[in-house]
């Protein structure tokens, strides 16, 4: 309980208010890539909300906010490399050639997948809501399955810190060698994507091959 006031009065209250504190430490992290993962942040809310140290609904919204605000961050942080890409003369041939057309294309039709496989990977989500902005994906759509997402995601992480904040310790640890496992998993799965499609091109190649011969 002491460090958890603690966090408060060093952090939170630093701009006036714990609820407003709260969302602008949130927030924070769209600029700050080493920062840690917004799981952290709803539970430690959920365990501040059972200690009475904020406010149940302005807690939980100042951290879902938080976390969409920082989505939104990141996505404009695309569009913006994106126009300065465009700025220059290697930028624009880049943006104009064929692989960027079908990277585009392929976040059009695929982006709302992408979006929500994210949030089950740890790691990835920065990389998914910059490309997402940096690919052009639309904004409307974009914040809209994104806001759905983080609320599905974010308020049983609250809850789960509100009902377990005096365990909120042993969480964490689960939550970090899931996050592992996770990452893991993960590449197991590109290394099975890129293996799978590479075995195809050969297969492909060789039925020609004999089909010609």
């Known amino acids: 309980m002491e460090s958890i006031q603690?966090?408060?009065?060093a952090i939170l209250a630093l701009?006036?208010?714990a609820h407003l504190g709260l969302f602008l430490f949130v927030w924070f992290p769209?600029?700050?890539p080493v920062a840690p993962p917004e799981e952290m942040f709803t539970l430690v809310g959920g365990t501040l909300i059972?200690?009475?140290i904020l406010d149940p609904f302005w807690g939980g919204l100042s951290i879902i906010g938080g976390i969409i605000s920082t989505n939104i961050s990141q996505y404009w942080m695309g569009r913006g490399g994106?126009?300065?890409?465009?700025?220059t003369k290697i930028g624009n041939r880049f943006v104009n050639s064929r692989k960027f057309k079908n990277a585009r294309d392929l976040m059009e039709k695929r982006g709302i997948w992408a979006i929500v496989a994210c949030r089950f990977f740890f790691g990835t989500r920065a990389f998914t809501y910059f490309a997402s902005g940096f690919?052009?994906?639309?904004?409307v759509k974009f914040v809209s399955v994104d806001s759905s997402m983080v609320l599905i995601h974010g308020i049983?992480?609250?809850?789960?810190?509100y009902l377990f904040s005096d365990q909120i310790g042993s969480i964490f640890d689960f939550m970090e060698k899931l996050?592992?496992?996770?990452?893991?998993?993960?590449?197991?799965i590109i290394a099975a994507i890129i293996t799978y499609r590479r075995l195809r091109t050969r297969h492909r190649a060789k039925v020609l091959g004999n089909n010609r011969g």
Request: net charge positive.
């Open 30 to 32: 769209s600029i700050n």
């Open 6 to 9: 603690t966090f408060v009065n």
């Open 15 to 17: 701009a006036g208010d």
């Open 82 to 87: 994106l126009k300065l890409l465009s700025g």
């Open 50 to 52: 059972a200690k009475g």
């Open 179 to 188: 996050g592992i496992w996770n990452l893991i998993i993960l590449l197991i």
């Open 156 to 161: 049983p992480l609250l809850i789960l810190g």
């Open 135 to 139: 690919l052009r994906y639309r904004f």
